[in-house]
């Protein structure tokens, strides 16, 4: 018998004697978060814990948002730049680089070829600083997220942004396919030492636009 058999065999021995219920609600009475804040200080705390995990945070409204992103374009300087299907036209009305669609039909040689990358959100978690995608029109694949190496993502303040992260599952479909974002992407060896950019952008910039 193999360790898996007897793992499952203990389980079904404890549970021989409880009657399947599989219509009972799942009990939520768990801290749903730390404190109470104001709409402001949870996007403050957004902002800190962004900057904490080493992501460059900007505010804006949407009159200016082009521009800014124009801007931050402009520093990095890409010939190209990805952008999902249903990202708001408006978004990039300012910007000069080509910009590349994400398509099923591109592989990853090519997107790898694209410098930079604009997405909006589904939701950004304040408490732990981090944005979620889902593959929503104006965030697309997943790997359009992954593999250019400068990733601007646009939150809308405050209707994206949660206190916590059992906030934000109660707004997500867990059967889409969610990407946990906590600043760049970085790992460390078996000394510590951080390395940046192995599998996602070296470089994440946020905006939070009201």
């Known amino acids: 018998m193999s360790s898996r058999e007897r793992i499952l065999g203990r389980v079904r021995r404890a549970l021989a004697d409880v009657p399947p219920d599989e219509d009972a609600p799942v009990e939520r009475d768990y801290l749903r978060e730390h404190g109470e804040r104001t709409v402001e200080e949870t996007v403050d705390l957004l902002a800190e814990n962004l900057a904490d995990y080493r992501a460059v945070v900007h505010r804006t409204d949407s009159e200016e948002l082009p521009y800014l992103i124009m801007r931050l374009l402009a520093q990095r300087g890409p010939q190209y730049v990805l952008v999902p299907p249903g990202l708001p036209p408006e978004w990039m009305s300012a910007a000069d680089p080509t910009r590349v669609h994400d398509r099923a039909v591109s592989t990853a040689r090519e997107l790898d070829q694209v410098e930079s990358v604009v997405t909006g959100c589904a939701v950004a978690v304040a408490e732990t600083g981090t944005i979620v995608l889902d593959g929503s029109p104006d965030q697309g694949t997943r790997r359009i997220s992954l593999i250019p190496d400068h990733h601007i993502c646009v939150v809308r303040v405050p209707d994206q942004v949660v206190a916590s ?37 070296r470089t994440l910039e946020v905006v939070l636009v009201r």
């Open 165 to 201: 992260v059992p906030l934000a599952l109660e707004r997500l479909d867990p059967a889409r396919p969610l990407t946990w974002i906590s600043g760049p992407s970085a790992t460390s060896d078996i000394e510590l030492d951080r390395v940046e950019g192995v599998h996602g952008p």
